[in-house]
């Protein structure tokens, strides 16, 4: 029926900008179409016969994908003034890796990022991808500015339901890894596929992520497209090789693909680059052709099995190295040292045969084996002499040195006598006042620890942030020997934890550090000849190091001196020794954000870590107060507000995020809780559903 109006049958015009032949479509629908409906009704307007199973329709405007094809447009909210875009799921993405190298990959760009990083992982190879994300290259000059108070907030997920509420611990804490996989969209399965009418012609699958059977996917090592050199894992194992073996690049080249940060502040703007893993790629602007980096996001690595991981550690290693290059990472010199030689063993033992980490006839007695230690380990625990050990708390009693910083003094350290036991740490004159009142007693848990060791000088610093009433008071000590250190620091670090030296990590925390610092010793005599292992220091040598007064050829025979001590490394222990000594920094796993808590107007700094949140002074990075998780009842985002909010069991904490969108802040803390409830179990699934209620931020 039509009036002198026009058209009342309830009838509307809708443009459709079709992106493969740069043409627009008017339809008129009405308000109760399907979104599967509309497609078959463009293809039928089109009239091209043409292949159109890997289109889906996007909303520039909402920066939506209408992914339900069962959904209404009155359910999604198209009216009249919307402007669609009918245009390909799959699209190139450029993906710079943690080694630097650049693949270009046939991407779905209609899934969430956290779906398309498993997609990413399962075609290299690289076990549990719930450690990685993606983010957006940042440009230099982003980092010399804060963004600005941001929240962009996401619509329910389809076949997600958003939980009522703050998402309490009791919601998780009993959860396992092993629940059914993300029961929404599927990585294989376009949403709202659709044919032509007149059929279509055979062409390559677009889905295919990369390997043979996608064409438009290209491999250059040095980080550049090669044309035509197409590789499928299947089939050709040069790419596979060149991401278990990096090829060699530069220290002056990947600078300038790297980012220098050049204090606390700049660390933190670097996060800002981080997507919303509950989000596509387009609906974050990330358009076809642009590159992204692919990152280890949580410094949480599970189960790494050199049989199965080698991609895996190699990328581990080389994201590793490049943030200590870089100075995304700090560490000292004698450390930067250090790393050079691991470094160097990594390059000269990459050119020689490596013992089969590969399954052999003996693969099953291996596994019986590995998981007979592992059981023997779990069920004893620490190794006690005595059964009488059992009914005695482990304790630590010495002389060591103490000194308490105030403003205006000279650091000047007091010999006393220090007795450590459960998680309090007690100073006494001397060791006849044992029995006597201690001078002053801490209780150590949810304190800070900062190991300071200098091998060469002989002087190991254990700096403490101790909680007290009105913030955090902080005090040093200084051990005497390597076997002191080592010692008193796992201690503390455990009481940190809540943990008596009881626990079953104490021994393997006291081998670890002092394996790192044995790494350290200068050797007595360069065993390398100098003429087997020619190199430039700038490619092992941060670059802050080398604008000292010390020469090239000193730092040489320095790092040669070094390598004495990991000459006897294979390759894949050389890498597994440098990351193990990477974790052992005291910024290592730290995520920095610049915030201002509710009620503040001051900018501070927040870092967020695998079980613990600390507030820091921004620019001498101090440590202000500790929030650990384990006392953390609830977490949520306020998005009318743009606030992210946490409930600790004795306290609340609500800040806004000055660098980075606060769902990124939120994504980190969940993710983290998301990763510490991975059990034991090897074979257990990727529960993508749960990630995305733990990261959600749904209020």
Not at 200 to 225: L, R, V
Not at 350 to 375: H, R
Not at 498 to 520: I, N
């Amino acid at each position: 029926m039509i009036s002198a109006e026009g058209l009342i049958d309830g009838t509307w015009e809708l443009t459709i900008f079709v992106t493969d032949l740069q043409v627009e479509r008017t339809l008129r629908v009405k308000g109760d179409l399907h979104v599967g409906g509309l497609m078959l009704k463009l293809v039928e307007a089109l009239d091209i016969a043409i292949d159109w199973s890997d289109h889906g329709l996007y909303w520039p405007g909402k920066t939506l994908w209408l992914s339900r094809t069962r959904s209404t447009l009155d359910q999604y909210g198209v009216q009249s003034d919307a402007y669609l875009w009918f245009t390909p799921m799959h699209k190139n993405l450029r993906v710079m890796m943690p080694d630097l190298q650049m693949l270009d990959l046939r991407i779905d760009f209609s899934i969430n990022v956290f779906s398309v990083v498993v997609k990413i992982c399962k075609e290299l190879g690289v076990r549990h991808p719930e450690e990685l994300s993606l983010s957006r290259k940042m440009a230099r000059e982003e980092l010399k500015k804060n963004k600005g108070i941001s929240a962009t907030r996401r619509t329910q997920l389809p076949g997600l339901t958003a939980p009522n509420g703050h998402l309490s611990n009791r919601n998780y804490e009993s959860g396992t890894m092993g629940s059914p996989s993300y029961r929404g969209r599927t990585m294989a399965t376009p949403q709202g596929t659709m044919r032509g009418g007149h059929g279509g012609g055979q062409q390559s699958s677009p889905y295919a992520t990369m390997g043979g059977h996608s064409p438009n996917y290209s491999f250059n090592a040095n980080g550049t497209t090669s044309p035509g050199s197409a590789h499928s894992l299947s089939f050709d194992g040069s790419l596979d090789a060149s991401l278990i073996n990096s090829p060699a690049m530069s220290a002056r080249d990947a600078l300038v693909l790297l980012h220098r940060p050049r204090n606390l502040a700049e660390k933190a703007r670097i996060n800002a680059g981080w997507l919303d893993s509950s989000r596509s790629l387009l609906e974050q602007g990330i358009v076809e052709n642009d590159t992204v980096l692919l990152r280890y996001k949580f410094f949480t690595f599970y189960d790494i099995n050199p049989k199965y991981d080698a991609v895996r550690i190699n990328q581990i290693y080389e994201q590793a190295r490049w943030s200590l290059i870089s100075e995304e990472l700090d560490c000292t010199e004698e450390e930067m040292i250090m790393f050079a030689a691991i470094q160097l063993q990594v390059q000269k033992q990459s050119l020689l045969p490596q013992p089969s980490y590969d399954g052999s006839a003996s693969q099953g007695e291996d596994e019986i084996d590995s998981a007979l230690t592992d059981l023997q380990v779990s069920l004893e625990g620490t190794s006690l002499s005595a059964a009488s050990d059992i009914t005695r708390t482990p304790e630590l009693r010495d002389y060591l040195r103490f000194f308490k910083p105030k403003k205006f003094a000279f650091k000047s350290f007091k010999r006393c006598f220090f007795v450590f036991k459960d998680t309090h740490l007690s100073m006494y004159k001397s060791a006849d006042d044992v029995t006597e009142s201690a001078v002053v007693r801490f209780n150590l848990k949810g304190c800070e620890v900062t190991s300071d060791a200098y091998v060469s000088t002989q002087k190991f610093n254990i700096r403490l942030f101790i909680p007290v009433h009105d913030g955090m008071t902080e005090i040093w000590i200084r051990a005497e020997t390597e076997e002191q250190f080592a010692r008193w620091s796992a201690a503390f670090k455990l009481a940190a934890k809540g943990h008596t030296m009881a626990d079953s990590s104490y021994e393997t925390e006291v081998k670890s550090t002092l394996a790192f610092l044995s790494m350290q010793h200068p050797a007595s005599a360069i065993i390398t000849n100098p003429c087997d292992l020619r190199f430039e220091p700038d490619n092992y040598i941060a670059p802050r190091f080398l604008n000292r007064t010390k020469t090239e050829r000193q730092f040489c025979q320095r790092i040669m001196e070094a390598h004495t001590n990991v000459s006897s490394m294979n390759l894949m222990e050389a890498k597994l020794n440098y990351i193990k000594a990477w974790q052992s920094l005291p910024e290592n796993g730290l995520t920095y954000f610049i915030i201002k808590l509710k009620g503040s107007k001051k900018e501070e700094l927040l870092a967020v870590a695998s079980n613990r949140m600390i507030r820091m002074d921004l620019h001498k990075g101090d440590s202000l107060k500790t929030w650990r998780f384990q006392n953390m009842k609830s977490w949520s985002v306020n998005w009318e507000i743009k606030q992210v909010q946490v409930a600790f069991e004795d306290e609340e904490v609500a800040f806004q995020c000055l660098t980075a969108d606060c769902k990124v802040v939120h994504e980190f803390i969940g993710g983290y809780i998301f990763l510490s409830m991975r059990s034991g179990d090897k074979n257990q699934s990727l529960d993508e559903e749960l990630f995305h209620k733990l990261t959600g931020g749904w209020l």
